[in-house]
């Protein structure tokens, strides 16, 4: 072990003077790396206990919620994004072996994903807005689930109304309660993407100044640790979604 | 493998596929009407396709033990919270008011 560390390992201009080896100090990065990542899954926690519960308080109004996002954008979402967690890993791959081109040409394609997938999120936010579905009244046009949205179109963002086209025999007054509660399933929905999206827009940010400094030919075999870093945290935010899109989207689709 | 070994683009893959295969799984499954089955169905997939996401792409397969450990840590904490705070809330119409 000490012969193999007078080597050019120990000459290597990323290597900290605290550590003995590049491996070393890869996998104390690493450590560090799940550590700060293990605090962001009980941020996240902390939000999916809070879903759950209300959930199961305000089941009807949950399924009434969920059943008014698109779970076409939502699937095609998923699929994006699990895109460009396997472009992620290959970039981490190419940057292992060297490949510089391959690195730069996988971290641009994982940056393409992501925005698209921020794309579709904005456009998935701005039907809610258009359909009165912003919690609270200081963004939007006020919350409105129950009719009178919009002056033209009665049918926009009725969620009480839709409730009674699949169940004629639940009566209107029960309707427009059900439809007042789904409130709370959109303070979650947004809480819990939004929060999400914004670890998105820190990833990307992440991944413009890998691609910098992958373009300049910074990583080879002996020092990939930063790529390797950004790909655990882009794998998180992708983990985060695998969860997200069942739970909001997925909730109760047969029960129409 | 080797400690420190990390995947091919191969087994990346075959990673990806599985995850497109869960993605479409789960998303068919929430249109049959299965009843109580429909969110156990819909969370054993995400768990399955996090799992996978956690091994391979995240390459905890091929790390360390103190990392391993450290993690399932985490995640052993965070079913401590969800099931504490459920058992609590599910039970509480149990007792007489």
Redesign the interface.
Known sequence: MSTSQTTTTEHHPALAQQFDSM?QQQ?AS??GM??F??TE??MF??L??AY??YR??YYDAFVAGSTSIS?GWG?TN??VL??S??T???A??AA?KGFRKAQVWFLIGTMVLGAAFLGVKAKEYHDKWDECHIPGHIIGKGFNAWGGCSATDPKLGNIADEIRERDPKVPKVSAVQTAKQTEIFFSFYFAMTGLHAFHMVIGFGLLSWLLWRAYKGEFGPQYYTPV?LG??YW??V??VW??L???LY??????T | MSEHGHPTPKLYAIILACLVVGTVLTYRAAFWDMGIFNPVVALTIACTKATLVILFFMHVRYSSKLTKITISAGFFWLLIMITMSLSDYLTRTFLPQ
Not at chain 1, 250 to 255: A, D, K, P, Y
């Open positions: 491996e996998d690493t450590f799940w550590v990542l293990l899954i009980m926690g902390g999916f206990t759950l519960i199961i308080k779970v699937f998923t699929l699990i895109g967690s396997f992620m890993a290959m981490v791959w292992q390797e790909g655990l794998h998180f992708d983990i695998i969860y899109f069942p739970l997925l909730i109760s689709r047969t029960r």
